[in-house]
């Protein structure tokens, strides 16, 4: 009986050493991704700056492997253009579409 009781404290302290672990791991990767999102959103400003430059018309084309889509038409607003045309490539493997972009200001 002595070596049952034993047996279930170290399986509780072992489980509670296990859950402190995994706890620590997700708190430290929530770290990892916000500090990975401001890096991108940094680096989406850039991008974002170069391609509204001011000229009238910009058409970009993008995928799964650019930036996302709606931030590219929240970015755009915000430096005066608007969306005007959307147009899919039907043989794209990675979603492609251009998307063409006019200045508003």
């Known amino acids: 009986m002595g070596t049952l009781i034993?047996?279930?404290?170290?399986?509780?302290a072992a489980f509670g050493v296990i859950m402190g672990c995994a706890l620590l791991n997700l708190e430290g990767r929530d770290k990892r991704d916000a500090a990975t999102r401001a890096g991108l959103t940094t680096q989406a400003d850039s991008v974002l700056d170069?391609?509204?430059?001011?000229?009238?018309?910009?058409?970009?084309?993008?995928?799964?492997a650019t930036l996302a889509r709606e931030t590219l038409?929240?970015?755009?607003?915000m430096r005066g253009y608007a969306l005007t045309?959307?147009?899919?490539?039907?043989q794209s493997i990675r979603d492609e579409r251009d998307l063409v972009f006019t200045k508003t200001q």
């Open 85 to 90: 045309s959307e147009t899919p490539r039907p």
């Open 6 to 12: 034993v047996f279930v404290v170290v399986l509780v």
């Open 50 to 64: 170069g391609l509204f430059d001011g000229r009238p018309v910009v058409t970009f084309t993008a995928s799964k």
């Open 73 to 77: 038409i929240e970015g755009a607003g």
